[in-house]
């Protein structure tokens, strides 16, 4: 069974990134970029518009940025299987690594698999319908689209990032709902006051968005009232989703130690995971930022860790 230096488990940023860095400095990555278990490229595919990722002042597509860092880590040597990992071995090295239909052995690993947004299924909310077209889960990432100014805009949510992200959209939405199924906030108590006294921000409590509507992209939503039954049609010019994100972990199996929400834990200022020569780096390890740009970031730094930490071992 064939050994290599480093192999790479997810794309994205993250991924790709790492892959870039490693391929320059001659450690013959191989990057297993998934298949089934999501596109090659990770949450950005499903973006239309990216404008805040420097170097694009007129905005890129999130397939047409993910497809350019592809093609980067490609020209520098990387082998890039399209296939997802179904496990690893990490209890001893070289660990083993077992694709969709490729098996192989690594000195080191870079995990980079990221987080999938939580979603409801609501009417209209899926793939095939508004997603991506006034539907989305980062409102950092997507809020100042032109389509979202000055319309009443939805959070779906009751914690501090459903509080977080509302905030955020007052600069941009003429109001902001938040919606809960329940008559208080889960946020802290702190998040909650902001909320609450916050000119632009409504609370809909007990309430749940039923369906959404529209005819390009989001027009209107129907909110019911989970104790009454009642059902109100809204004007709406967006709806976020902010119940969470799910870290990309199972093929792991439990062998790297994670926080409470299921992110890596990695020590503070670099990328090593609980496990010697195992590397993690984007959203998989990263329950704060999410961006593109922290992504790649530490993508770099994984590959910079791998790299120094396969020489100290003397796999040159």
């Not at 980067?72 to 990387?78: I, K, M, N, S």
Request: charged content about 20%.
């Amino acid at each position: 069974m064939e050994t290599r230096k480093l192999i790479i488990i997810g794309s994205g940023p993250a991924g790709f990134t790492a892959a870039i860095y490693a391929a320059r400095a001659n450690l013959q990555p191989v990057l297993f970029e998934g298949f089934m278990s999501g596109p090659s490229g990770g949450q950005l595919m499903t973006t239309t518009e990216v404008e805040n990722y420097p170097g694009f002042p007129k905005g890129v597509s999130g397939p047409d940025l993910m497809a350019d860092f592809r093609a980067q880590a490609e020209r520098f040597g990387t082998l890039i299987l399209t296939e997802d990992v179904e496990s690893v071995d990490l209890s001893q090295r070289p660990f083993l690594v077992k694709g969709s239909s490729t098996q192989m052995r690594a000195e080191a690993l870079i995990i980079s698999t990221g987080a999938t947004a939580k979603r409801l299924e609501i009417e209209g909310a899926g793939d095939g319908e508004f997603w991506q077209k006034g539907v989305t889960a980062c409102a950092v990432c997507d809020g100042a689209a032109p389509i979202f100014r000055n319309r009443p805009l939805f959070v779906i949510g009751g914690g501090d990032s459903a509080v977080e992200e509302a905030i955020f959209l007052t600069k941009y939405g003429s109001r902001v709902y938040i919606v809960h199924r329940r008559d208080q906030l889960r946020a802290s108590k702190i998040m909650a006051e902001r909320a609450l006294k916050h000119p632009k921000i409504e609370m809909l409590w007990n309430s749940a968005i039923e369906k959404i509507l529209g005819d390009q992209v989001v027009r209107r939503v129907v909110v019911k009232n989970v104790v009454t039954g009642s059902l109100e049609e809204l004007d709406a010019g967006g709806v976020f989703f902010a119940i969470g994100h799910q870290p990309n972990t199972g093929f792991l199996r439990g062998q790297l130690e994670t926080n409470q929400t299921g992110y890596l834990v990695v020590t503070p200022g670099t990328t090593y995971t609980s496990k010697e020569g195992v590397f993690a780096a984007g959203d998989v390890q990263d329950p704060t930022y999410r961006q593109a740009i922290t992504a790649a970031g530490s993508g770099c730094m994984a590959a910079l860790d791998a790299e120094r930490w396969l020489t100290n071992m003397g796999i040159e």
